[in-house]
């Protein structure tokens, strides 16, 4: 029997592209494939990579740079690009960069153990189309490895929303929802393998529509899963917050009381010019109504500074949402222009003021972070812990806040939900007892 290949996979970016590594992973442990951590002995390097950044391809460019003696070693080692940045930039990568064997998209990594065949007869693969063919139904089940007791499940990918700054609705293409019953099928699957939280992901996650009640009826679904005890979703756009879903987080006990629902502005002017359709005060009142539903919901956020045309007025109203929200914890970033896109088109602000802005953002996030963590001393929370910490006895996991809480704990807590008293808080994580 010949010694199994290996596979090294370098995953950038958001939990959508984990997750898709993972299938990419499985589709081709198919081929024999099985994955190393070092990329130093691998047959084949995939990059998974993210455009949503600045000089995103650029970066790709100069990873492909450092990789160049591994493919003199071994001529044999296969090397692929997949993700956004390979959707975005196709063909021109393999112009660039002929080290290159294959590239494939987001939308066909279904097809990656067919390219492959194509790659190891040393031709070149390219796929980066939209297909017709349900990914998710050629990939079919998932591993029944064992697995640690966190997963994300990919329930909706795309967007039609078209924010003026995003690439998504481009290099993600048009928005779509897996159908309900598979979905199902996954997470029975995962909890099989060991999985208690499935966090589900989407773009516009609470856009999703594979199930007549939306989102909320697929977690109402969800909820029923035997074994499965958290569920969480990631990202939601405003606009997509139903009231079903609303309702949901007051009355669903797997349904984690933390959402991340980014704004970007508080500025109803640069809402505007960002297509947001939404305005500040909509979004205040809404978070309102969550609140309502679940007084102890930790909430989360996005935003941009420095969007073509922002003033400091602009700025100084994003400041107060930011205020009367009271985040628990939150990402910011300084905008950046993302070639065909709207917003590129217009005059940008300079880097000195968008530097300052983001400087004062943050550092008001990062007071309403520490206050929210330093208001869970004494309090009692559920961790479903996940690993064992740095130092001896000591296991990690997470609250249903979502914060890290290490605590002394035996080794057999992983997998398991446990009643933590948080006892101090560190810099990015809370310090607890188990009880
Ligand atoms: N669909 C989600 C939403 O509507 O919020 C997330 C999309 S994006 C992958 C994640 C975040 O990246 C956005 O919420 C936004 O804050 C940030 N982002 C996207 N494009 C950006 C750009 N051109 N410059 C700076 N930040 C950007
Ligand atoms: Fe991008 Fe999110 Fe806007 Fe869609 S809703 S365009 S993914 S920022």
Redesign the pocket.
Known sequence: MSAPKKLFIKTYG?QMNVYDSERMAEALGGKGYVETKTPEDADMILLNTCH?R?KAAEKVYSELGRMKPLKAENPNLKIGIAGCVAQAEGEEIMRRAPMVDLVVGPQSYHRLPAMDDAVQTGAKALDTDFPDDDKFDTLKARSKAKRGPTAFLTVQEG?D?F?A????PYTRGAEVSRASDRIIREAQELVASGVREITLLG??VNAYHGHAGGLAGLIWDLDKVDGLERIRFT???PNDMDDALIDAHGTCEKLMPYLHL?V?SGSDRILKAMNRKHTAESYLRLIERIRAARPDLLLSG???VGFPGETDEDFEDTMQLVRDVHYGQA?S??????PG?P?AEKPQLPEDVMNERLQRLQGLLREQQQATQASMIGREVNVLFEKSGREAGQMIGKSEYLHAVFAEAPLDVIGTVRKVKIVDDAANSLKGELL
């Open positions: 958001c949503i600045e967007c929303k924010c700054f995003c690439v998504v773009q516009n990202t939601s756009h980014p970007q996005d935003f941009i990402y970033f300084k905008y950046s222009t993302r896109t917003a």
